[in-house]
C-alpha cells in the first residue's frame, strides 16, 4: 500500500510515496533526477527491489517538480529540502540515493542525513559539456558509507570506478537505465540484502 504524504521543507512542499513493508529491516529514500520524476522506470526496479528484501521505500519528489517546475534550482536548495523530508519521515537505519541529480543530492547529504549507504542509479560524474577533468568524483569520494552505483555502460556521463567502499555495477544501456531491468533489479537487491 502506498502513502501520500505532503511535507513542509525550506523550499516549498516535498511529495513523498512511501512504500511501506512490516517489520522493515531499513528504509531506502529515493529521489529524481533534474527533469524527471519518481516514476522513472529505474526508481520503480530499485524499489520494488527493496521491497522484496524487507526494506521500505519513500520516493520524494522536490519542491521545484511539486510546483510544476521543470528547471531544477541550485543545489544548496535541493539539499536543503531533501535533508528536511529525510528528518521528517524519521525512519530507521536509513539508506538514501536517486537517480542522475537525486542520487548527487543523497551523496553530498549522506552524513548530513546520517545514511547508512547511498545507492546511485545513473550518476552523472560528466557535467553536460565539461572536460573530462571537470568531474563530480568528488561527490561520490565524499561518502564515507558503502554505495552502489548502478551505470549504464554507454552512459554520456561518464563511468564511475569502484573503491572499497562503492561498488559499480555496470548495465546495458545509457543514462536511461531503460533496458537491462532485470540485471538492475538483482544488483540493488542483493547489496541491500548485504548491507542489513
Given at each position: 500500500m502506498t502513502d501520500v504524504r505532503e511535507l513542509e521543507t525550506p523550499h516549498g512542499i516535498a511529495r513523498v510515496r512511501?512504500?511501506?513493508?512490516?517489520?522493515?529491516?531499513?528504509a531506502l529514500i529515493l529521489g529524481h533526477g533534474a527533469g524527471g520524476g519518481v516514476a522513472a522506470p529505474d526508481l520503480v526496479i530499485a524499489a520494488k527491489a527493496?521491497?522484496?528484501?524487507?526494506?521500505?521505500?519513500?520516493l520524494v519528489e522536490q519542491p521545484y517538480r511539486v510546483a510544476g517546475r521543470r528547471s531544477s534550482p541550485r543545489t544548496a536548495q535541493l539539499d536543503a529540502a531533501w535533508t528536511s523530508v529525510v528528518e521528517q519521515l524519521s525512519l530507521d537505519r536509513v539508506i538514501t540515493g536517486g537517480r542522475s541529480a537525486g542520487a548527487r543530492v543523497a551523496c553530498r547529504t549522506a552524513a548530513e542525513t546520517g545514511s547508512v549507504g547511498v545507492l546511485c542509479?545513473?550518476?552523472?560524474?560528466?557535467?553536460?559539456?565539461?572536460?573530462p577533468e571537470k568531474t563530480r568524483q568528488g561527490e561520490l569520494d565524499a561518502v564515507t558509507?558503502?554505495?552502489?552505483?548502478?551505470?549504464?555502460?554507454?552512459?554520456?556521463?561518464?563511468?564511475?570506478?569502484?573503491?572499497?567502499?562503492?561498488e559499480v555495477v555496470k548495465v546495458a544501456g545509457d543514462h536511461g537505465l531503460k533496458k537491462d531491468r532485470e540485471r538492475i533489479a538483482e544488483a540493488v537487491g542483493a547489496w541491500l540484502d548485504g548491507l542489513f
Amino acid at each position: 500500500m502506498t502513502d501520500v504524504r505532503e511535507l513542509e521543507t525550506p523550499h516549498g512542499i516535498a511529495r513523498v510515496r512511501l512504500h511501506e513493508v512490516d517489520n522493515a529491516r531499513a528504509a531506502l529514500i529515493l529521489g529524481h533526477g533534474a527533469g524527471g520524476g519518481v516514476a522513472a522506470p529505474d526508481l520503480v526496479i530499485a524499489a520494488k527491489a527493496a521491497n522484496d528484501v524487507g526494506a521500505s521505500v519513500a520516493l520524494v519528489e522536490q519542491p521545484y517538480r511539486v510546483a510544476g517546475r521543470r528547471s531544477s534550482p541550485r543545489t544548496a536548495q535541493l539539499d536543503a529540502a531533501w535533508t528536511s523530508v529525510v528528518e521528517q519521515l524519521s525512519l530507521d537505519r536509513v539508506i538514501t540515493g536517486g537517480r542522475s541529480a537525486g542520487a548527487r543530492v543523497a551523496c553530498r547529504t549522506a552524513a548530513e542525513t546520517g545514511s547508512v549507504g547511498v545507492l546511485c542509479l545513473a550518476f552523472p560524474l560528466l557535467p553536460p559539456g565539461a572536460a573530462p577533468e571537470k568531474t563530480r568524483q568528488g561527490e561520490l569520494d565524499a561518502v564515507t558509507v558503502p554505495m552502489l552505483v548502478v551505470q549504464g555502460e554507454r552512459d554520456r556521463f561518464g563511468m564511475p570506478t569502484a573503491s572499497k567502499t562503492r561498488e559499480v555495477v555496470k548495465v546495458a544501456g545509457d543514462h536511461g537505465l531503460k533496458k537491462d531491468r532485470e540485471r538492475i533489479a538483482e544488483a540493488v537487491g542483493a547489496w541491500l540484502d548485504g548491507l542489513f
